[in-house]
């Protein structure tokens, strides 16, 4: 008559399981495009009261890209980051960053 107060609940059977990530990651295909097939457009950002230039979009793998941002941080003298697909720098200066982009072979829309 009296049951054991730690053995109520349900009862799942031994197919359940607690773990909920063990489904597999769906993982993005990137098409990789050419440079000269890219349209690149640039927008502009205020964060904290500085002007942020934004590159975008890239169809590059991630070691490509921050090849990339590596060279293109050199020529200009700025610093930046990747987010995404695309490429942020520091400042003002999309001028810069389409003329050293350009001599690389990116075209722009």
């Known amino acids: 008559m009296h049951k054991n107060l730690f053995e109520m609940g349900a009862n799942f059977g031994e197919e359940w399981q607690s773990d909920n990530r063990?489904?597999?990651?769906?993982?993005?295909s990137i098409e990789i495009k050419e440079p000269n097939k890219h349209r690149l457009y640039f927008a502009k950002e205020k964060r904290m009261g500085k002007v942020v230039t934004i590159v975008k979009p890239f169809c590059l793998?991630?070691?490509d890209l921050s090849v990339l941002l590596?060279?293109?941080k050199k020529r200009v003298g700025t610093g930046g980051t990747i987010k995404g697909d695309a490429l942020e720098f520091?400042?003002?200066i999309a001028d810069k960053i389409h003329?050293?982009?350009?001599?690389l072979g990116y075209r722009f829309r």
């Open 70 to 72: 590596k060279t293109i």
């Open 22 to 28: 063990a489904k597999g990651k769906k993982s993005k």
């Open 90 to 92: 520091q400042g003002d």
């Open 99 to 103: 003329e050293g982009l350009k001599s």
């Open 61 to 63: 793998p991630k070691d």
